[in-house]
T-cell receptor, first 112, second 113 residues
Framework: NAGVTQTPKFRILKIGQSMTLQCAQD?????MYWYRQDPGMGLKLIYY???????DKGEVPNGYNVSRSTTEDFPLRLELAAPSQTSVYFC???????????FGEGSRLTVL | RKEVEQDPGPFNVPEGATVAFNCTYS??????FFWYRQDCRKEPKLLMS???SGNEDGRFTAQLNRASQYISLLIRDSKLSDSATYLC??????????????FGKGTLLTVNP
């Protein structure tokens, strides 16, 4: 099992550009999440999904969109990138009824 | 009030020391609690779950006090390899769902030789 795979690992964007962070898991987990982590700050939940076709906003959803067309994939879309979106993004998944979150290795995004 | 609040740290301790981290949570409906470890520039990984009766895993002991909404992690005989950020996590919301996990900001531990 590869676990949770995120791509790209690093990306530099210009203000106003858009991009998609990819996330895939091969553990057949129902729940998937996108977090962002800024220096000295905890993980903030952007969006989450409890199953294919179902997504919901977390604490900081503005400027982002997600989709969950399959159990495996949960891409995060940034429209009109802004410097405030410079951060490390983590995708995670877990099985319903269990507590352990499995994280991807993270995607470091810089918006200049 | 932050949902999950931890000691701000950082903690700098010598090898062999005992160190304790504290965490409080504001949502009384939270049902499950965890400690995660995050190494520098890496993803968080589960260290241990926290049970009401307290639980131990080698040098690590976790305690939960539901009445005080307080969670702790004790590390005994600390090793250089324990240097990391420790994240306190609460799961569950007032609706009874178990999919929302809230992270504290983390406490940085550095163990010195």
């Amino acid at each position: 099992n590869a676990g949770v795979t995120q791509t790209p690992k690093f990306r530099i964007l210009k203000i106003g550009q858009s991009m998609t962070l990819q996330c895939a898991q091969d553990m057949n987990h129902n729940y998937m999440y996108w977090y962002r982590q800024d220096p000295g700050m905890g993980l903030k939940l952007i969006y989450y999904s409890v199953g294919a076709g179902i997504t919901d906003k977390g604490e900081v959803p503005n400027g982002y969109n997600v989709s969950r067309s399959t159990t495996e994939d949960f891409p995060l879309r940034l429209e009109l990138a802004a410097p405030s979106q410079t951060s490390v993004y983590f995708c995670a998944s877990k099985q319903a009824g269990t507590g352990e979150l499995f994280f991807g290795e993270g995607s470091r995004l810089t918006v200049l | 009030r932050k949902e999950v609040e931890q000691d701000p740290g950082p903690f700098n301790v010598p090898e062999g020391a005992t160190v304790a981290f504290n965490c409080t949570y504001s949502n009384s409906a939270s049902q499950s609690f965890f400690w995660y470890r995050q190494d520098c520039r890496k993803e968080p990984k589960l260290l241990m779950s926290v049970y009401s009766s307290g639980n131990e895993d080698g040098r690590f002991t976790a305690q939960l006090n539901r009445a005080s909404q307080y969670i702790s992690l004790l590390i005994r005989d600390s090793k250089l390899s324990d240097s990391a950020t420790y994240l306190c996590v609460a799961e569950g919301d007032s609706g009874g769902s178990n999919y929302k996990l809230t992270f504290g900001k983390g406490t940085l531990l550095t163990v010195n030789p």
